[in-house]
T-cell receptor, first 113, second 113 residues
Framework: NAGVTQTPKFQVLKTGQSMTLQCAQD?????MSWYRQDPGMGLRLIHY???????DQGEVPNGYNVSRSTTEDFPLRLLSAAPSQTSVYFC????????????FGQGTRLTVV | DQQVKQNSPSLSVQEGRISILNCDYT??????FLWYKKYPAEGPTFLIS?????DKNEDGRFTVFLNKSAKHLSLHIVPSQPGDSAVYFC????????????FGAGTTVTVRA
């Protein structure tokens, strides 16, 4: 009963490096999204997908790319890491839209030095 | 510009008493509201939700009230238990905007024995 699995749990990057945060769900959910959580800011939507092959930008998309080639996977790519991208990242999935319960992964704590 | 605001960063309550968490929003197009609970080092988990066509929804010890004219919702926890100590996020979504979730900054609840 895995639910939403995020890897890695922790990551330290140097400024300018690139990396991919992985997200996989086994609930056959159509809707997936990425958030970042910063102190005093709550969770802010980075990118989201309403189904395989469809992605769109959220509130804070700059510096991030996503793709959705399968229903199960929704990786988040940091193109050239910056200290401002130091944050905790959460992936979430839900059946249809965000008016239904969203299931979150455990998060990835990313530090950019 | 945050559309969902939780103006109380923290709340301390004695075990057995009522916890009242407040949330205000600015977007009158929101039509679904949710509360999520988050423990340290874990992802948020869904707690309770309410549609904009209702003014109250109850689930066990948790009740959410919605006042659309005031653009205000609240979460009541009665009675509060030590396991309720967590960060609570208020969130809202708009069906016409792909159900994208907007989150408040969160309220940290501490239940004292």
């Amino acid at each position: 009963n895995a639910g939403v699995t995020q890897t890695p749990k922790f990551q330290v990057l140097k400024t300018g490096q690139s990396m991919t945060l992985q997200c996989a769900q086994d609930m056959n959910h159509e809707y997936m999204s990425w958030y970042r959580q910063d102190p005093g800011m709550g969770l802010r939507l980075i990118h989201y997908s309403v189904g395989a092959g469809i992605t769109d930008q959220g509130e804070v998309p700059n510096g991030y790319n996503v793709s959705r080639s399968t229903t199960e996977d929704f990786p988040l790519r940091l193109l050239s890491a910056a200290p401002s991208q130091t944050s905790v990242y959460f992936c979430a999935s839900s059946y249809e839209g965000a008016d239904t319960e969203a299931f979150f992964g455990q998060g990835t704590r990313l530090t950019v030095v | 510009d945050q559309q969902v605001k939780q103006n109380s960063p923290s709340l301390s309550v004695q075990e057995g008493r009522i916890s009242i968490l407040n949330c205000d929003y600015t977007n009158s197009m929101f039509d679904y509201f949710l509360w999520y609970k988050k423990y340290p080092a874990e992802g948020p988990t869904f707690l309770i939700s309410i549609s904009s066509i209702k003014d109250k929804n109850e689930d066990g010890r948790f009740t959410v009230f919605l006042n659309k004219s005031a653009k205000h919702l609240s979460l009541h926890i009665v009675p509060s238990q030590p396991g309720d100590s967590a960060v609570y996020f208020c969130a809202a979504s708009e069906r016409s905007n792909d159900y994208k979730l907007s989150f408040g900054a969160g309220t940290t609840v501490t239940v004292r024995a």
